[in-house]
């Protein structure tokens, strides 16, 4: 008489956590949170105290301790900082030539970065590898001859001035041909197929999809343009074309300063940054990472 033996069935056993690893996700955790905690004190800090110093007179910014709540001289600084340096128009200056200076120059960077990724022509590699040549040469080395081309041009103390000699921005060519590898032939090409022109096929194809490249990138000019000090002050004489970093720079006296009127001016110029950066936040670190991933 022969027996058969029924097979066994195991049950599947849960791996239980290691001894101590909720312990060391936790603490993980509360580190993680501390460090974060850490930076955004300093990036917070100095930032508030910007803003409480700019409700301050000058002799109480330079108290022993300094003030840690507002005052109430925001609008007296406010008012000194208009009759001294014409702060509303300055103001505008620094929009118009921001704003212009980043629709130009990420029209000119998206289409050099369209063209350096799509299209394969002779010297391609050579030519991009002088663009990011300009990547590490720094910027002091060519003052005098952009200077010299301005004063030829007879544009000085004029807004061109300002916006065109940086329109073709190295940084901005390569975020925007990275973004551009990323795009399919496949797609180009069947555009191409159905009889689309080359810009038709740009601006209804391939711009499309790099909205959080196009959102990085206008976050990136702006700022570039906004925050210029040394080009601005070289080129631009009249205090009534003056932007905003090169008149904060002239009221700074040698006998006296008023750093309550100074402060407060840095404080309305930061508005607009954060500003942008809010308005174009969600796209701004997907857009940075775009093209850094090859499928």
């Known amino acids: 008489m022969t027996t058969t033996r029924r097979p066994t069935t195991r049950r599947p056993t849960t791996r239980r956590p290691a001894p101590g690893a909720p312990a060391r996700r936790r603490a993980g955790s509360l580190l993680l ?23 301050h007179s000058s002799r109480e910014i330079f108290d ?34 921001a704003t ?15 063209g350096f990724a799509t ?18 040469v720094p910027a002091q080395v060519t003052l005098v001859p952009l200077f010299t081309m301005m004063a030829d041009l007879r544009w000085l103390d004029t807004p061109q001035a300002v916006i065109l000699p940086h329109l073709a921005l190295p940084f901005g060519i390569f975020l925007m041909r990275q973004s551009m590898a990323a795009l399919p032939a496949e797609l180009l090409d069947s555009g191409r197929m159905d009889g689309c022109g080359e810009l038709r096929l740009f601006w209804r194809v391939a711009l499309p999809p790099m ?58 110029a930061a508005i607009p940054m954060a ?21």
């Open 33 to 55: 949170t501390s460090a974060l905690a850490l930076a955004l004190a300093v990036v917070a800090v100095p930032f508030g105290w910007l803003v409480v110093a700019a409700t």
């Open 64 to 97: 022993s301790p300094p003030p840690v709540l507002p005052g109430g001289r925001l609008a007296e600084n406010l008012a000194a900082l208009e009759t001294a340096a014409g702060f509303g128009r300055v103001v505008l200056n620094s929009l118009v030539n």
């Open 100 to 114: 212009l200076y980043t629709l130009l120059a990420g029209a000119v960077c998206t289409l050099a970065g369209y």
């Open 119 to 136: 299209y394969r022509f002779k010297g391609r590699d050579a030519l991009f590898a002088l663009v990011m040549l300009g990547l590490v």
């Open 211 to 268: 909205r959080p490249a196009l959102a990085a990138l206008a976050v990136f000019l702006f700022l570039y343009q906004w925050n210029d000090f040394v080009w601005p002050l070289i080129v631009l004489r009249d205090g009534a074309s003056f932007t905003i970093p090169v008149a904060l720079a002239s009221l700074q006296g040698l006998d006296e300063t008023d750093y309550g009127a100074i402060l407060a001016g840095t404080s309305v």
């Open 275 to 295: 500003l942008v950066f809010l308005a174009l936040q969600r796209h701004f670190v997907s857009g940075l990472l775009a093209g850094a991933v090859k499928e």
